[in-house]
T-cell receptor, first 116, second 113 residues
């Protein structure tokens, strides 16, 4: 079974609008971390935001926020006030504390396209 | 700022060649990782290393080997390149403590002809 599922292969959003990118995960580990990365066309993966499984509040970083619903095992990324530069691939990833080597498991990604 | 540098952005090699992909990080990170990225499959871990001279297999190690002789450098080796190894290769590094945020290089797009 897939550990990280991103069900939206591609999405469009109008500039200045908010957009939500979906991510669901599967783990039996009570302690885990969830990450979102952005990959522009240049190829580099850029870390955006982190949510720990025991964090009481949803993580926020500037225009990025993470809508963490633990019971539903979802960790959706919300981008407010979209900009043209937000057009990129977005990847959700999970680190399970009990896995050796601190590996990340990645979802298949969502391509976001911001329309002017 | 964390810097992870991959030696080449683009490489073209022939089937059967031995290929070296180099990665250097300047943040004194203990952990280093090699991934390959293919459309629709996300990133898949090939190998990782948590210390000098230490290595562990990831999800898809077949056809690859790695070398970590110094803490800052992690090399991926394709002993005999094949066309199904045409892909984007990404190197990453992280601390062994804290949030384990992985920082990535710009990637190497390898084509094997």
């Amino acid at each position: 079974a897939q550990k990280i599922t991103q069900t939206q292969p591609g999405m469009f959003v109008q500039e200045k609008e908010a957009v939500t990118l979906d991510c669901t995960y599967d783990t039996s580990d009570p302690s885990y971390g969830l990450f979102w990365y952005k990959q522009p066309s240049s190829g580099e993966m850029i870390f955006l935001i982190y949510q720990g499984s025991y964090d009481q509040q949803n993580a926020t970083e500037g225009r990025y926020s993470l809508n963490f619903q633990k019971a539903r095992k979802s960790a959706n990324l919300v981008i407010s006030a979209s900009q043209l530069g937000d057009s990129a691939m977005y990847f959700c990833a999970m680190r399970e504390v009990n896995n050796a080597g601190n590996m990340l498991t990645f979802g298949g990604g969502t391509r976001l396209m911001v329309k002017p | 700022d964390v810097k992870v540098t991959q030696s080449s952005r683009y490489l073209v090699k022939r089937t059967g060649e031995k290929v070296f992909l180099e990665c250097v990080q300047d943040m004194d990170h203990e952990n280093m990782f090699w991934y390959r990225q293919d459309p629709g499959l996300g990133l898949r871990l090939i190998y990782f290393s948590y210390d000098v001279k230490m290595k562990e297999k990831g999800d898809i190690p077949e056809g690859y080997s790695v070398s970590r002789e110094k803490k800052e450098r992690f090399s991926l080796i394709l002993e005999s390149a094949s066309t199904n190894q045409t892909s984007m290769y990404l190197c990453a590094s992280s601390f062994a403590q804290g949030l384990h945020i992985q920082y990535f290089g710009a990637g190497t797009r390898l084509s094997v002809l």
